[in-house]
């Protein structure tokens, strides 16, 4: 089996616990990655096979980058012939990406299953579409940007299973937290979300006054969040921590009456699978996947939309608000619940055995 995934958490993490569901040889498994993509720390930790190939966005790309952008995917196309050559998988499994945009280019003729981790997919997943064999929905929202129904499987999110397993109760104590205050987490993702660290720390000494807070800042902001929250009153201290990175995070999930965040592709199974209302935050930097998801929480009445520049003004009232009305929160946390999908990893492993091929026990070496 060949795993085409990188770039980001949001098509690395699933394609990982899909892999993990499928419960196969790794010697048999093939991961392939962008060059310095951050996928090939994650993947090689874990012992499982990896090489890289040149890849580039095409998409949004200015003038002066898409003359390399395109030969890097030229490369890439000629990189991934040689590795369908030499290793001749029997299935491939993508999640987006531009890395995959050449191997699925190379492989046009092996049995293939695509994973769209977002509700709106960009042009490199619509781009591979029209060579897998069989499509995974996060959610019944995404086959409308599809044109063939027959290839559409909605499977949910793949949530890491390290994630699993916590309390509320658990994870309180994890955090060393009073059971009778509300808790707040706020995560800004792997590399962090600064517009979501500054506002919250303007507010920070206001939140800790009614509830605690968990914050993952991410690595970028650490020690400036870091030093300015050293001096708080011994009080407010006990009801703060932060992090850089939190192995935990299923601790911080469990630990959450209410969540301040991104919008990744993540949200859509994650939120859902520990109830946890939310209020949304989508990066005003990128293309629309973000608002879309986002959109889709808010419909259902499991999430807030906050805007990225209504941040410094909006925050402390969206956040006080919310968690000063436990109705509202419990009616969020029955929706957002209402959309978990726990069985995903399982469904989509189920649709790479079909499209291998395969009658009864793991995929073949």
Known sequence: MLICAGGTGGGVYPA???????DIDRDSVLWVGGRGGMEETLVTRLEIPYTSIPAAG???????SLPGNIWKLIKGFFASSKIIRQF???VLLFTGGYVAFPMALAAVRKPSVLYVPDIEPGLALKALARFADQIALTTQTSKEYFPNPSKLSVTGYPVRPELRGWSHQE???YFNF??????????GGSKGARSINYALIEILPRLLEEMQVIHLTGHLDW?????????????KAKRYQAFPYLHKMGAALAAADLIVSRAGASVLGEY???G??????????AWRYQKVNAAYLAYHGAAIILQDEDLQLGLYDQIHNLISDQEKLTQMSQAMSSLAEPEASQKIARLIREVAGEQDGGLPA
Do not use: M, Q
């Open 88 to 90: 001749s998988p029997d």
């Open 223 to 235: 020690d400036v969040i870091d030093a300015k929250t050293k001096n708080l009153p011994a009080e």
């Open 16 to 22: 990982l616990t899909v892999l993990n569901a499928l």
């Open 276 to 285: 946890i209302p939310a209020i949304l935050v989508p990066y005003p930097h």
């Open 171 to 173: 994870a309180l104590k």
């Open 272 to 274: 859902p699978l520990f």
């Open 58 to 64: 095409v998409h949004g790309v200015g003038l002066r």
């Open 178 to 187: 009073n059971p009778d205050l509300p808790t707040l987490t706020v995560a």
